[in-house]
């Protein structure tokens, strides 16, 4: 299988000024660690954030083998340019490499729905008026799929726990490696 990831996160103060951005951009970029950064406006929806920038470190590229640099890297960046995680900041996993049926679909959703990812990460990701903004699995074309149910982290064990949970999920329900 292949994987990618979103991190989403803020940053606020100076470090949310552009300069500081750029840097941080340039940095994470100049890597060679399969990772970029990018912008996302969910983390200035939690409370105490509206003033704060939104950011998004994304893998480039998809990988077969968890990324221990990339991570570590996004995990020392965000401690350099104090960037925090706010209850709003999601984690999102891309997988690719096996085609799922929609009883395969359906039973893996169900899992996630189970999940202490999913009861921790629902009452962000619900409207005002109840209904849930989106399903913890979705579809994105044959073949392709996305994982939403998981909190944003800015520890190591917050995106590779995670990953393994879901990974050892969907290898047991299809046998897929």
């Known amino acids: 299988m ?7 996160a803020a940053v606020k103060g100076p470090y949310a000024q552009r300069a500081n951005r750029q840097r941080l951009q340039m940095l994470v970029n100049s ?18 954030f509206s003033d704060s920038t939104g950011l998004e470190f994304r893998t480039a590229r998809i990988w077969s083998v968890f990324p221990y640099d990339a991570v570590s890297i996004m995990i020392r960046s965000m401690e350099m340019f104090h960037i925090v995680v706010t209850p ?32 921790t990460r629902k ?14 699995l979705r579809k994105i074309c044959d073949g392709h799929y996305e994982a939403r149910v998981f909190n944003a982290s800015n520890k190591f064990h ?20």
Do not use: M
């Open 88 to 119: 709003t900041c999601g984690l999102h996993f891309h997988f690719s490499g096996v085609t799922l049926t929609d009883d395969q679909f359906n039973r893996i959703s169900e899992a996630l729905l189970k999940t202490h990812y999913w009861h």
């Open 31 to 48: 890597t060679g660690y399969n990772l970029v950064l990018g912008t996302d406006e969910s983390p200035s929806q939690a409370n105490g």
């Open 158 to 177: 917050g995106i590779y726990q995670p990953w393994l949970f879901l990974k050892k999920l969907i290898v047991n329900e299809t046998g897929a490696r």
């Open 2 to 8: 292949n994987w990618g990831f979103e991190n989403e």
């Open 123 to 136: 009452k962000w990701i619900t409207d005002r008026s109840g209904e849930t903004k989106y399903a913890p």
